[in-house]
């Protein structure tokens, strides 16, 4: 597990981002978690102010998120730092499309339709395996 921390982040909230990497089994991954100032943020709206950003790179099983530096310790910003990195299983999907639609070629629908729906299998099958993991315990 190779997990690297902005010089500012909190302890609190680098033993949460190291716990839950454990927990969804991202050891495999090199995980720059970052805190970052509340002006840095760009809204995602004008209503809903963004609490973090992931910017993943399962090719290279990389990946850089960003945690506002308004987060304080309570079961909100744990929710905010599961969800991250929730992001790192995830971004394989959006991967998928950009192989699809890169410029140089344009797949059928219906291969990229079984290409997403392996993808999705894989994905639900590493959350039972999580999930089972939890419960056993």
């Keep these: 597990m190779i997990l690297e921390f902005g010089h500012n982040m909190p ?5 949460s981002v190291k716990r839950w990497v454990r927990i969804l089994r991202l050891t495999d991954w090199k995980v720059t978690a970052l805190w970052v100032s509340e002006d840095e943020f760009q809204n995602v709206g004008e209503d809903q ?3 973090a950003e992931c910017l993943a790179l399962p090719e290279y ?3 850089e998120i960003g945690f ?13 730092i599961m969800h ?3 992001h790192l299983h ?3 999907i959006k991967q998928i499309l950009r192989h699809c639609w890169d410029g140089r070629r344009r797949l059928e629908y219906e291969e990229v339709e079984k290409l997403l729906d392996a993808k999705i299998e894989q994905l639900i099958e ?6 089972y ?5």
């Design 11 to 15: 302890q609190w909230a680098r033993s």
């Design 49 to 51: 102010k963004t609490n």
């Design 61 to 63: 099983l990389h990946a």
């Design 68 to 80: 506002c530096d308004d987060l304080r310790k309570s079961v909100e910003s744990e929710r905010v």
């Design 84 to 86: 991250e990195l929730r």
């Design 90 to 92: 995830y971004s394989e």
């Design 126 to 131: 590493r959350d039972v395996n999580i999930l």
């Design 133 to 137: 993991s939890l419960v056993k315990n």
